[in-house]
């Protein structure tokens, strides 16, 4: 079983930034990506940012020179810093991860896990 818990959304104001988390827990054998998706009222869910375990990240050109995604591999955990906070990145924030998963007795399964999702709201 694997969980992934999100914490860090908020109110604030445009101009004001927010830092979000993200835990993955549980059977774990290893993290492939990591990430953020978006969902705002009415729209389908977004890529937000992801980064592989190497580092590489693919951010949304809507996105590019105001959050930064880092990670923690050790301590399985995703950060989502957002500065410059818009009006229109209101929307409900989910942590993304693909793991593997040990399957005994020798099998691994790779899977995409999703958070609960976290509300972030910026007003103008």
């Known amino acids: 079983q694997v969980q992934l818990v999100e914490s860090g959304g908020g109110l604030v104001p445009a101009g004001g930034s927010l830092r979000l988390s993200c835990v993955a827990s549980g059977s774990i054998f290893s993290i492939n990506a990591m990430g953020w998706y978006r969902q705002a009222p009415g729209k389908q869910r977004e890529l937000v940012v992801t980064?592989?375990?190497?580092?590489?990240?693919n951010y949304a050109d809507s996105v590019k020179g105001r959050f930064t995604i880092s990670r923690d591999n050790a301590k399985n955990t995703v950060y989502l810093q957002m500065i410059s906070l818009k009006p229109e990145d209101t929307a409900v924030y989910y942590c993304?991860?693909?793991?593997?998963?040990?399957?005994?007795?020798?099998?691994?399964?790779?899977?995409?896990?999703w958070g609960q999702g976290t509300q972030v709201t910026v007003s103008s």
């Open positions: 980064i592989t375990s190497g580092g590489s990240t």
């Open positions: 993304y991860a693909r793991i593997t998963v040990p399957q005994p007795p020798m099998v691994f399964s790779t899977n995409d896990y």
